[in-house]
């Protein structure tokens, strides 16, 4: 057991705008719960991003453990080891408005298998994220545990966001075979560049990697042979991956691998991502041929019960090799690997059991008179139809059973914008908004700045599909807060129009009146016909209606940054915008001046929004002196307009004049002695 160490570090702190200054103020607030919903529209626009969902009161000093990584939550499997090597890593926010002290602590505790380990980071300006990493520890195969971490601050006031407690359980698992995806086409000049080096790396890594291409008849003249002995089939694979492009390489149902697949990296690190932890499910698969008839024997073993979903196995038949003398002028290339063929007894594949065993499998089919029954094999995986994960795939060959040079020149990615390649797919049914879980905060201030992964804390999506919806988008940050990350929804990639998506926040207790919600979102037009949509609307009834509308904008009004035909991510400040709205205009305060209070009280600013002068109203029990300053956004003060002066007993009003300021969320602060409340409003010029 470790009492102390040095100092182990990896650290981003990333400088920000600050969000709020309000003290929060429980004399007078009505406290409520809200729900969001942020309804996209999808036009096959461009892409949109959203960062730094915030509500509520903003502390002096807040420190918020956002995120552990590197240990599995809930149950893991194991590839077929003994025990698991981890490195945990936490992430810690400044939610507050002041930069903390360098005298952070962060700590990591597990009973079950003894270990105890602290870190160091420096201190964190207002807004920013610093990124930490414990020891590596190793953990043993079939042992539940606990995980407790926590950090400490002296000067942290607000300790409820402080902890994060998980359980966890690394069971033996199988090894698993990373199943890779790809449409490609022979017509295509941007598959003939990257094809080369994806045949390569799935030689180097056959044992691990089961790869199949997807023919399409796109681009123009679409004759691509490989399609053609198929387009039922092809053309259905298309559209169960809506796939709008060639070439689009898909990792385990579920990722998309980036190009240009000549960067080694873009191709091996997810992989390897894949193969740290084993799958519950193991599939191997023989082939026998007789009598041109070809007999696939498959054999599933579940370990332990799926997770919940509508699995099916599916079978494909797969040529490894095929070239050709001679190809049309159309063609880019003229050899091809891993081409398919046909899938049995169809695309849709069969529903498996879930729970604990092994089951049997066998297909029988005959070799067409064009296939090559010396390259021919089969291609098994299970597939979660829900949200497309592919748990495990096996394939029926263990060698390459070809030795041809796949690479040729040095090669670089030049994919195609957006054309008109593509025809009608089915359109799959309207998310809705019910039936999701929610989560109370009751933390003064909500912040969800997707540093703690996509659907942490209780978010919830209407689409399941992965690579169609919203998803987490490393490397992206918006400007209220620091980190590297936030979630995009995809419409570059989603080619189905017409179709309604939605986030959903979990139930957020203890909003009321004086509070105000933030969020950043970037996003570009990619030509003025195509205008994708958001809506962000509000329940205060836990998510059964949904009557605030508070954003509804799309296309060029929705644009934060110039269209563009190529795929959208934000390069900078000036692309992203900031929304804001005063949940006063959702929620009544019911503590408004009637009787004399006994303390001092201060009351929302009228006309609120105002331009240029708004009324500021206070009530004084005579009995200290009083001071009244006005702040901006950054927490800079503006204005003194009482400075330490006595008042006597009774209601008071001050008018506040903001003329030369620019329009935007400002907030006064009354002091009386050890006493200090404020409020926000709104500037509108």
Request: aromatic share 14%; with cysteine.
């Amino acid at each position: 057991m470790k009492n102390s160490k040095s100092y182990k570090l990896f650290v981003a702190v990333v400088s920000t705008v600050i969000l709020s200054f309000t003290v929060m103020d429980n004399n007078h607030v009505q406290e409520n719960s809200i729900k969001l919903a942020f309804v996209t529209y999808n036009d096959f626009g461009n892409n949109l991003y959203l960062d730094n969902i915030s509500i509520g009161t903003r502390s002096s000093y807040d420190l918020e453990l956002t995120n552990i990584t590197g240990i599995e939550k809930d149950t893991a499997y194991l590839p077929e080891t003994s025990s698991v090597k981890v490195l945990p890593t936490v992430v810690i926010t400044n939610v507050g408005y002041s930069s903390s002290l360098d005298s952070i602590m962060a700590y990591i505790k597990i009973d079950e298998i003894s270990v105890f380990d602290s870190v160091f980071s420096p201190g964190i300006i207002a807004g920013g994220v610093s990124v930490v990493r414990f020891d590596s520890i190793s953990i043993p195969a079939d042992i539940s545990f606990t995980v407790n971490t926590w950090i400490s601050n002296p000067v942290d006031s607000n300790f409820s966001n402080d902890t994060i407690t998980f359980s966890s359980v690394y069971k033996q698992g199988f090894r698993k075979k990373v199943l890779i995806e790809t449409f490609t086409s022979a017509t295509s000049y941007s598959s003939a560049l990257n094809d080369p080096y994806l045949n390569f790396f799935v030689n180097q890594n056959f044992g691990n990697v089961n790869a199949v291409k997807y023919h399409r008849n796109v681009p123009e003249p679409g004759n691509d042979s490989m399609y053609l002995e198929n387009p039922v089939q092809l053309d259905s694979l298309r559209d169960y991956y809506f796939n709008f492009q060639v070439p689009t390489s898909i990792m385990t149902g579920q990722k998309i691998l980036n190009a240009p697949y000549s960067v080694n990296s873009n191709l091996q690190e997810p992989v390897n991502s894949e193969l740290e932890l084993g799958v519950p499910l193991n599939i191997t698969v023989n082939d026998t041929i007789v009598n041109g008839i070809v007999t696939a024997d498959i054999n599933i073993e579940i370990t332990s019960k799926l997770p919940d979903g509508n699995w099916k196995l599916k079978v494909i038949v797969a040529e490894r090799y095929k070239s050709y003398d001679s190809i049309p002028v159309e063609w880019t290339q003229s050899e091809f690997f891993d081409v398919f063929k046909k899938a049995y007894p169809g695309i849709s594949g069969v529903s498996i059991p879930v729970n604990h065993g092994t089951y049997n499998y066998q297909y029988n089919f005959p070799v067409e008179p064009q296939w090559a029954d010396s390259l021919l094999y089969t291609l098994v995986y299970v597939q979660n139809d829900y949200d497309r994960m592919v748990i495990n795939s096996g394939k029926s060959i263990t060698d390459t059973m070809v030795g041809v040079n796949m690479i040729t020149d040095n090669i670089t990615q030049n994919l195609p914008g957006k054309g008109n390649y593509f025809g009608q797919f089915s359109v799959p049914s309207d998310g809705n908004f019910s039936g999701f879980g929610s989560d109370g905060s009751g933390n003064g201030f909500y912040l969800q700045n997707f540093e703690g992964g996509f659907m942490s804390g209780n978010w919830t999506r209407s689409q399941p599909i992965w690579f169609i919806s919203f998803r987490e988008s490393g490397g992206v940050n918006g400007t209220l807060f620091g980190g590297s990350n936030c979630i995009v929804m995809p419409f570059y990639e989603y080619r189905v129009r017409g179709i309604y998506d939605t986030l959903f926040s979990p139930v957020i207790n203890g909003a009321d009146s004086d509070d105000t919600l933030f969020f950043n979102y970037a996003y570009a037009q990619y030509l003025s016909t195509y205008s994708d949509s958001l809506k962000v609307l509000i329940s205060t009834d836990g998510g059964v209606t949904y009557s605030n509308e508070i954003f509804n904008k799309g296309g060029e009004e929705l644009a934060t940054a110039p269209s563009t035909t190529i795929t959208f991510s934000p390069t900078g400040a000036n692309q992203w915008g900031t929304f804001i709205f005063p949940l006063q205009n959702i929620f009544t305060d019911e503590n408004e001046p009637g009787i004399s209070p006994e303390t001092v009280e201060l009351y929302q600013n009228y006309p609120n929004p105002f331009n240029p002068s708004t009324n500021i109203r206070f009530y004084s029990p005579g009995n200290s002196n009083l001071t009244l300053e006005i702040f901006d956004i950054s927490g800079r003060l503006i204005k003194r307009l009482i400075n330490n002066e006595a008042y006597n007993e009774g209601f008071h009003t001050v008018i506040f004049n903001a003329t030369g300021l620019s329009s935007g969320v400002y907030f006064y602060r009354l002091s009386a002695g050890s006493f200090v409340t404020s409020r926000k409003m709104l500037l509108v010029k």
